[in-house]
T-cell receptor, first 116, second 112 residues
Framework: DVKVTQSSRYLVKRTGEKVFLECVQDMDHENMFWYRQDPGLGLRLIYFSYDVKMKEKGDIPEGYSVSREKKERFSLILESASTNQTSMYLC???????????????FGPGTRLLVL | KQEVTQIPAALSVPEGENLVLNCSFTDSAIYNLQWFRQDPGKGLTSLLLIQSSQREQTSGRLNASLDKSSGRSTLYIAASQPGDSATYLCAVFSSNTGKLIFGQGTTLQVKP
């Protein structure tokens, strides 16, 4: 079974703090994704990565950055946390069979972040 | 721009009932469509994935259909149980953007 783990289930931070959210998958997947989920807005893609050291902006990258130094690990960084970044953050991973052939995305349990 | 809509937003049914959840999308240029389940405060669990060339997929009591030309998918749950209570999300993988686009979800409550 694919396992995607996220470093924290709940996190409380202060405005202006630098925040790191970590995601690790154990199935040697090439693709990894970061989403945020908000009531009424659904899931929105922040950033994704197709390979080590590669990153692509999603739909709402502003205020976020990412790092992928190892294939199994994808980190989301909030450089200076703000209250409007309070949200549920979900990480996902998938295989890349072909360049444009998408496979099932497997999700982690989520990190609920509160920025005060 | 691809938009995914799920109706109804919430549904409450008695145990044992068969039910249908609906998903519609505006752009038929998709690679596949996926149904997920999300329990409160948890991540998403993939239930079924239908490739664009397929019409339906089945897993146990779940059956998902896809009509790409009309931009519709349904998730059929047979003999519902209280353990089926969750939010069900539909998502399409857009050929144009290369991204997974989610609907808002249908929250299902199955009463004993």
């Amino acid at each position: 079974d694919v396992k995607v783990t996220q470093s924290s289930r709940y996190l409380v931070k202060r405005t202006g703090e630098k925040v790191f959210l970590e995601c690790v998958q154990d199935m040697d997947h090439e693709n990894m994704f970061w989403y945020r989920q908000d009531p009424g807005l659904g899931l929105r893609l922040i950033y994704f990565s197709y390979d080590v050291k590669m990153k692509e902006k999603g739909d709402i990258p502003e205020g976020y950055s990412v790092s992928r130094e190892k294939k199994e690990r994808f980190s989301l960084i909030l450089e200076s946390a703000s209250t409007n970044q309070t949200s549920m953050y979900l990480c996902a991973s998938s295989l890349r069979i072909g360049l444009h052939i998408p496979e099932t995305q497997y999700f982690g349990p989520g990190t609920r972040l509160l920025v005060l | 721009k691809q938009e995914v809509t799920q109706i109804p937003a919430a549904l409450s049914v008695p145990e044992g009932e068969n039910l249908v959840l609906n998903c519609s999308f505006t752009d038929s240029a998709i690679y596949n469509l996926q149904w997920f389940r999300q329990d409160p405060g948890k991540g998403l669990t993939s239930l079924l994935l239908i490739q664009s060339s397929q019409r339906e997929q089945t897993s146990g009591r779940l059956n998902a259909s896809l009509d790409k030309s009309s931009g519709r998918s349904t998730l059929y749950i047979a003999a519902s149980q209280p353990g089926d209570s969750a939010t069900y999300l539909c998502a399409v993988f857009s050929s144009n953007t290369g991204k997974l686009i989610f609907g808002q979800g249908t929250t299902l409550q199955v009463k004993p």
